[in-house]
């Protein structure tokens, strides 16, 4: 079945190391998305990518990265910069000529130690 | 930057209560506006959407109107059930999508 598919579910991290997050997408969309989820702020863009090799930052980039080599995954690396990266993370993608409707992950939730 | 605002929860109403969520945004073009919805234990999905200016989206009886002129994007809905307790995000998409910061909905029997 096609869907998006989030990795690791769950994460635990010592402060000072780096941790990759995984979002791979079977639907052939053109667009992702990463969204950082806090209880009361709703969902923060943190980075978007309309085509391969091509990104940009959200409202809340400092202290993630990420990269777009393949249409199918994007990844983002939260780095030991950013100092408050216990949160739960979402991944997500919608097709370039419809922008519709978001697909989202599972999300994958971090916690630093 | 564009950006969404959606009225603080949570919010608290009886079984057939009329539901009212407000949502206003800011943006530089004419976006398409969205409602998306997060019941419990599950990932988001679309409620409804309205790409230009008067259109209405609806879905499972929720209704909302795209207002250029009060730029506003309320939801609402005539009778809440128990199972419309769900957080609800309100959402704009010009370049990127952007989200408000939600409003928990809880219905009680």
């Known amino acids: 079945d096609g869907g998006i598919t989030q990795s690791p579910k769950y994460l635990f991290r010592k402060e000072g190391q780096n941790v990759t997050l995984s979002c791979e997408q079977n639907?052939?969309?053109?667009?992702m998305y990463w969204y950082r989820q806090d209880p009361g702020q709703g969902l923060r863009l943190i980075y978007y990518?309309?085509?391969?090799?091509?990104?940009q930052k959200g409202d809340i980039a400092e202290g993630y990265s990420v990269s777009r080599e393949k249409k199918e995954s994007f990844p983002l690396t939260v780095t030991s910069a950013q100092k408050n990266p216990t949160a739960f993370y979402l991944c997500?993608?919608?097709?370039?000529?419809?922008?519709?409707?978001?697909?989202f992950g599972e999300g994958s939730r971090l916690t630093v130690l | 930057g564009d950006s969404v605002t959606q009225m603080e929860g949570p919010v608290t109403l009886s079984e057939e209560a009329f539901l009212t969520i407000n949502c206003t945004y800011t943006?530089?073009?004419?976006?398409?506006l969205f409602w998306y919805v997060q019941y419990p234990g599950e990932g988001l999905q679309l409620l409804l959407k309205?790409?230009?200016?008067?259109d209405k989206g609806s879905n499972k009886g929720f209704e909302a109107t795209y207002r250029k002129e009060t730029t506003s994007f309320h939801l609402e809905k005539g009778s809440v059930q128990v199972s419309d307790s769900a957080v609800y995000f309100c959402?704009?998409?010009?370049?990127?999508?952007?989200f408000g910061a939600g409003t928990r909905l809880t219905v009680k029997p």
């Open positions: 997500a993608s919608h097709p370039k000529t419809d922008t519709g409707e978001l697909f």
């Open positions: 639907l052939n969309h053109d667009a």
């Open positions: 990518s309309q085509i391969v090799n091509d990104f």
């Open positions: 943006a530089t073009g004419y976006p398409s």
């Open positions: 309205a790409t230009k200016a008067d």
């Open positions: 959402a704009l998409y010009l370049y990127d999508m952007r």
